[in-house]
């Protein structure tokens, strides 16, 4: 299944379906060495995560882009159930929120990211901010994608 992606309400919402267990699906989030494996946009070339699974805990995940450098990216857990739902929020109080929920169905596991707070605003001259968000995110969940893949074959 493809990436479906929407804005509602001046949310993003990201919907996939995973074939793989939710509990798996569940841990490629949660566990710093598999996020390193498939966060991140489409160039970013290394991921550094730092996870607290608990509320109140560091979910970190710093990008390294190609042309950018190293792009930080510091936040807090706001929810935490496994392994039905996680969300967090940017440490420096931006406003955004993204919040996780995990639902087994047939064939296996959907995520439904909802990504909210986004601020309406251009970056880099004319760029909408939500545009960026967007591509990141329908990459990420691209890679996650393979990488569950990876992790369920054999």
Known sequence: MSTEVTFENGNLIVTRI???PRD???DAWIEA????????CADCTSVRSEIEPK???RYNNHMVIKGAGEVPGFATLT???PPSRLAYSGADDDGMLVSVDFSEVEGGTLVRLVHSGIPDMKVDGDVELRDII???WTAATGKLASFLASQTEG
Do not use: P
Request: charged residues 25%; negative net charge; aromatic residues 22%.
């Open 134 to 136: 967007r591509a990141g």
């Open 33 to 40: 060495s598999k996020v390193e494996q498939w966060w991140g």
């Open 79 to 81: 929810e935490y159930d």
């Open 24 to 26: 798996l699906v569940f």
């Open 18 to 20: 995973y074939d793989a």
């Open 55 to 57: 509320v109140g805990g």
